[in-house]
C-alpha cells in the first residue's frame, strides 16, 4: 500500500481543513544538528509568514508514519514527477551576469519576479559595474527601482553592495556562501540562488512556495528557512538541489497556490498528503491553474 494513502475506510471528514501539524520530532523532523542559523539574516529574507488553509475539502488524506528511508524514496518520487512536469524550469529573474543576478535577487524581496523584470533593464543600463553601484546617486536609484517596494532599503542594499564589491573583491561577486552572505543586502537564500544560477553550484532556494509546499508534502516540519533547506538536503541528492528549487517554485506559482490549490489538476496526487486541501474536481481545479509566473 502507498504509505501516503490513509489506511481507514470509514473516515470522517471535516469540512474545513487548516494547516495539518506536523510532529516536531521523527522522520518528519530536521535531522541536522549544530546552528543551521550561520549565515542568515533578518528582515525581507525572512519568508515566514504562515497562512490558514480553509477550503472546502471534498477529500483529505493523512500520511501515515514514515521511516526516513520510505520519506526518502517519496519525496524522489515527487521530484521526479516534477522534473516531468516543468522540463523547463529555471529562474525567472533575467540576467546576464551574477553581479546582475545579485541585484535582481535583492530588487524581488516582497515583490513579484515580472515586476522586477520590468525595472532590471533600466537599472541595468545605467548601473553596469559593482563601482557604478558604489558610486550611485540615492535619490536616482530609488526612483529607478520604486515599482519594486522597499525601494530606500534596497537602494541602501545596492549601493552598500557595490562598495563592498569594489573594497573587497576588485569589484566582482565571489563565488562562495559563506563570502557572499557577508555582503549588504544577501542573505542565505539570496546567496543560494546567486550560486545555483551564476556559479553552477548546487543550492537550495527556500522561497515562500518551497516552504509551504514542503510543509503540504511533509517533507519536513520546519518552518525556518534554513532548518527547511537543511532538511531538502537530506532527502534530495545535491546534484538536484538547483532544478528542485525551480520546479518546486515553477509548482507553488502555477497549481499548488497558498490560498487555493488547484489540487484535481496536480500530478503529486499519488504522493500529497495534503490532497484535498483545494478543489479536486477537474473543472474547477483546471480552471485555477496558472500557464505563467503569477502574481502572488
Given at each position: 500500500?502507498?504509505?501516503?494513502?490513509?489506511?481507514?475506510?470509514?473516515?470522517?471528514?471535516?469540512?474545513?481543513?487548516t494547516?495539518?501539524?506536523?510532529?516536531?520530532?521523527?522522520?518528519?523532523?530536521?535531522?541536522r544538528?549544530?546552528?543551521?542559523?550561520?549565515?542568515?539574516?533578518?528582515?525581507?529574507?525572512r519568508?515566514?509568514?504562515?497562512?490558514?488553509?480553509?477550503?472546502?475539502?471534498?477529500?483529505a488524506?493523512k500520511?501515515?508514519?514514515?521511516t526516513?528511508?520510505?520519506?526518502?524514496?517519496?519525496?524522489?518520487?515527487?521530484?521526479?514527477?516534477?522534473?516531468?512536469t516543468?522540463?523547463?524550469?529555471?529562474?525567472?529573474?533575467?540576467?546576464?551576469?551574477?553581479?546582475?543576478?545579485?541585484?535582481?535577487?535583492?530588487?524581488?524581496?516582497?515583490?513579484?519576479?515580472?515586476?522586477v523584470?520590468?525595472v532590471t533593464?533600466t537599472?541595468?543600463a545605467?548601473?553596469?559595474?559593482a563601482?557604478?553601484?558604489?558610486?550611485?546617486?540615492?535619490?536616482?536609484?530609488?526612483?529607478?527601482i520604486?515599482?519594486?517596494?522597499?525601494?530606500?532599503?534596497?537602494?541602501?542594499?545596492?549601493?552598500?553592495?557595490?562598495?563592498?564589491?569594489v573594497?573587497?573583491?576588485?569589484?566582482?561577486?565571489?563565488?562562495?556562501?559563506a563570502e557572499?552572505?557577508?555582503?549588504p543586502g544577501?542573505?542565505?537564500?539570496?546567496?543560494?540562488?546567486?550560486?545555483?544560477?551564476?556559479?553552477?553550484v548546487?543550492?537550495?532556494?527556500?522561497?515562500?512556495?518551497?516552504a509551504?509546499?514542503?510543509?503540504?508534502?511533509?517533507?519536513?516540519?520546519?518552518?525556518?528557512?534554513?532548518?527547511?533547506?537543511?532538511?531538502?538536503?537530506?532527502?534530495?541528492?545535491r546534484?538536484?538541489w538547483?532544478?528542485l528549487?525551480?520546479?518546486v517554485i515553477?509548482?507553488?506559482?502555477?497549481?499548488?497556490?497558498?490560498?487555493?490549490?488547484?489540487c484535481?489538476?496536480?500530478?503529486?496526487?499519488r504522493?500529497c498528503?495534503?490532497?484535498?486541501?483545494?478543489?479536486?474536481?477537474?473543472?474547477?481545479?483546471?480552471a485555477?491553474?496558472?500557464?505563467g509566473?503569477?502574481?502572488?
Open positions: 500500500m502507498n504509505a501516503s494513502r490513509s489506511s481507514g475506510k470509514n473516515t470522517t471528514r471535516n469540512p474545513i481543513m494547516r495539518p501539524s506536523w510532529p516536531t520530532r521523527g522522520p518528519h523532523a530536521s535531522r544538528a549544530g546552528n543551521p542559523r550561520a549565515g542568515c539574516e533578518d528582515g525581507p529574507e519568508d515566514g509568514r504562515r497562512r490558514t488553509l480553509a477550503p472546502v475539502v471534498t477529500r488524506r500520511i501515515e508514519t514514515e526516513p528511508l520510505a520519506l526518502t524514496r517519496r519525496a524522489r518520487r515527487m521530484n521526479r514527477v516534477l522534473a516531468e516543468y522540463p523547463d524550469a529555471h529562474c525567472e529573474l533575467d540576467f546576464r551576469s551574477p553581479l546582475e543576478l545579485a541585484v535582481a535577487t535583492i530588487l524581488s524581496a516582497q515583490c513579484t519576479d515580472k515586476r523584470n520590468e533593464p537599472v541595468f545605467k548601473y553596469g559595474t563601482a557604478d553601484y558604489a558610486g550611485a546617486d540615492r535619490g536616482e536609484m530609488e526612483e529607478l520604486r515599482p519594486t517596494g522597499f525601494f530606500r532599503n534596497k537602494t541602501a542594499a545596492l549601493i552598500g553592495l557595490g562598495q563592498a564589491l573594497e573587497r573583491y576588485d569589484g566582482e561577486l565571489p563565488g562562495r556562501l557572499l552572505v557577508t555582503l544577501i542573505g542565505r537564500k539570496t546567496a543560494n540562488v546567486i550560486l545555483g544560477n551564476a556559479f553552477g548546487p543550492g537550495i532556494t527556500v522561497d515562500t512556495h518551497f509551504r509546499l514542503v510543509g503540504r508534502w511533509a517533507w519536513s516540519a520546519e518552518t525556518d528557512p534554513v532548518r527547511i533547506e537543511f532538511a531538502v538536503a537530506e532527502l534530495i541528492p546534484g538536484e538547483t532544478m528549487s525551480h520546479r515553477w509548482h507553488g506559482r502555477r497549481i499548488c497556490h497558498s490560498r487555493t490549490p488547484a484535481g489538476a496536480c500530478p503529486l496526487a504522493d498528503p495534503s490532497y484535498g486541501v483545494g478543489p479536486v474536481e477537474p473543472d474547477r481545479a483546471a485555477l491553474v496558472r500557464k509566473p503569477s502574481d502572488e
